[in-house]
């Protein structure tokens, strides 16, 4: 997946400025209608289903990417 | 030439009251509503009275059934009555619409316990009972008033439910063609507690600490007696599993995407909407999204954008329509249909 690419649309769903791996999502805003964004993007770009409870957990992008690959795996 | 079950009419009911994105604002203070609007498409939710009961939502939409066509009261033989929101632990819910409704007695009457997928699950059992010749007349009805379920300080499920009831006649018509099916049916039990009202029945009864009213880390309050939604798992279930059906069902028709004149999912909301059509790849202009006024009303959304595509025009007689219903059990139906 285009690491970069993630970041900057995952910036646009939390209304935040640039995002960074392990910059807090909570800076943005890191809600119920985010979490839908987050898994129709993630769908998106890497046909990954992702569990609304386990994306629940996740406190930074780096996060989202781990369990990503988890998920894949 | 044999017997096919087809759909003659369907009519629906909404309750009078209306609950607007506006209303909505001004309870909340902080709301963003045009956010809300962009991602769900709705504008105003129908909403039961005190003393409306899916029954009233039901037997309204039925009386509206029989001024529109040829079927009368004492023709059904056969009442499905689809809801999640009976009247009574007991008796059906169905046998007192019988009477509601001046229903013959010799017309058989039950209800069926499903939601998104209800109308595509009573179809199923319509043409089974039409074709197998048990019925002549059968009567489906879906209706339900989640919204009697939802906390008002829940906005996850206040700002997508609405109530509604609808009635479509399903008989026989000698025909070569398939007119209702083929069917693909599917569950997963494994997402029960993520769309479910806890408390209240025979596992978890009305006590005061059912009645416990907490707020959860959104800020959304409810109690076990409250509709729960958890929105993101119930996205990632329609994700996985909407588009292998409709695959699926496609398969069981020998069609390709391209034969399917119309796409009428359940409304869930616009944004599942949206993905689902993006991901499984239909045109915009082929896909039903009928929601602004009416919100998500569970088991009848199928049957409304059904009747409001033919009120529109969208569809005629001849056009073969996929019907797609998902959501709480978890459970999922897909049919074709062709308009006559």
């Known amino acids: 997946m285009d690491q970069q690419r993630f970041l900057t649309e995952l910036a646009g769903i939390l209304e935040a400025g640039p995002l960074t791996l392990d910059r807090p999502l909570t800076d943005g805003n890191w809600d119920s209608v985010a979490m839908l964004s987050t898994i129709a993007l993630v769908d998106e770009l890497c046909d990954v289903s992702l569990s609304g409870r386990d994306l629940s957990q996740c406190t930074t992008p780096k996060d989202i990417l781990d369990l990503i690959e988890r998920t894949k795996a | 030439m044999s017997l096919s079950a087809a759909i003659r009419k369907v009519a629906y009911h909404l309750p009078a009251t209306k609950l607007t994105n506006d209303d909505l604002a001004r309870e909340y203070g902080d709301w963003d509503v045009s956010k809300i609007y962009e991602k769900t498409g709705i504008n105003v939710r129908a909403v039961a009275g005190p003393d409306e009961c899916a029954s009233d939502l039901g037997v309204a939409a039925a009386r509206k059934l029989f001024e529109a066509s040829d079927l009368t009261a004492e023709n059904v033989d056969y009442l499905i009555f689809c809801t999640q929101s009976p009247d009574y632990f007991l008796p059906a819910t169905a046998c007192v619409m019988q009477h509601s ?143 292998a059906a409709v695959r699926d069902l496609l398969g069981r028709a020998s069609i390709g995407m391209e034969q399917v004149d119309y796409f009428v999912f359940h409304q869930a909301n616009r944004f599942m909407l949206e993905q689902l059509r993006r991901k499984i790849g239909i045109a915009s202009e082929k896909f039903c999204i009928n929601l602004e006024s009416v919100g998500n009303t569970v088991s009848s959304t199928i049957p409304i954008a059904l009747q409001s595509a033919i009120d529109a025009g969208t569809v005629a007689a001849g056009s073969k329509v996929m019907l797609v219903g998902f959501g709480v059990g978890y459970s999922w139906g897909a049919t074709m249909i062709q308009v006559i």
């Open chain 2, 101 to 243: 409704l001046g229903l013959p007695t010799h017309c058989a009457a039950i209800d069926i316990n499903q939601g998104c997928s209800g109308f595509v699950y009573g179809l199923s059992l319509a043409k089974a009972l039409v074709e197998s010749h048990i019925a002549r007349n059968v009567l489906l009805i879906t209706a339900d008033t989640y919204t009697r379920y939802i906390h008002p300080g829940d906005r996850s499920v206040r700002t997508i439910f609405g109530d509604a009831g609808a009635a479509t006649w399903i008989s026989g018509v000698e025909s070569n063609e398939v007119l209702i099916g083929p069917f693909t049916l599917g569950t997963d039990g494994r997402g029960a507690e993520n769309l479910i009202v806890r408390a209240g029945g025979a596992r978890t009864p009305l006590t005061d600490s059912a009645r416990e009213v907490k707020t959860d880390e959104a800020g959304n309050t409810r109690c076990d007696a409250n509709l729960y939604m958890n929105g993101p798992e119930i996205f990632t279930f329609t994700l996985r599993q909407v588009p």
